[in-house]
Nanobody, 130 residues
Framework: QLQLVESGGELVQPGGSLTLSCAAS????????IAWFRQAPGKEREGVSC????????NYADSVKGRFTISRDNGNNTVYLKVNGLKPDAAAVYYC???????????????????????WGQGTQVIVSS
């Protein structure tokens, strides 16, 4: 059974940082693109970042580029999202999602689209408040 479990969300002050984790089980992580999405109350789910199965390709939304960093440890079946310089509008439930990937045309060549990802975790909440 393919499972994704997010963790690491917490209350953080504006400008603060934290690291979110996505622990995967039940599949070969190196064959899957992993993306992070977030959804704030009343807003649609948006793609934040993506990392290819090999880790060679990454993609970031313009709103977080330069402040968020995605990485993966395939040996430990875990993908991380380090979030720096958090703004109030970054408050949201953050989800990780998985999809079979192809190195020659990775989903992570592009900003992640929720429609491309069929396996989802339950989310971890990030609260940004002073």
């Amino acid at each position: 059974q393919l499972q994704l479990v997010e963790s690491g969300g917490e209350l953080v002050q504006p400008g603060g940082s934290l690291t979110l984790s996505c622990a995967a089980s039940g599949f070969r992580l190196d064959l899957y693109a992993i993306a992070w999405f977030r959804q704030a109350p009343g807003k649609e789910r948006e793609g934040v970042s993506c990392i290819s199965g090999s880790g060679a390709s990454t993609n970031y939304a313009d709103s977080v580029k330069g402040r968020f960093t995605i990485s993966r440890d395939n040996g430990n079946n875990t993908v991380y999202l380090k979030v720096n310089g958090l703004k109030p509008d970054a408050a949201a439930v953050y989800y990780c999602a998985a999809a079979p990937d192809a190195s020659f045309q990775s989903l992570c060549f592009f900003a992640p689209s929720a429609a491309d990802f069929g396996s989802w975790g339950q989310g971890t909440q990030v609260i940004v408040s002073s």
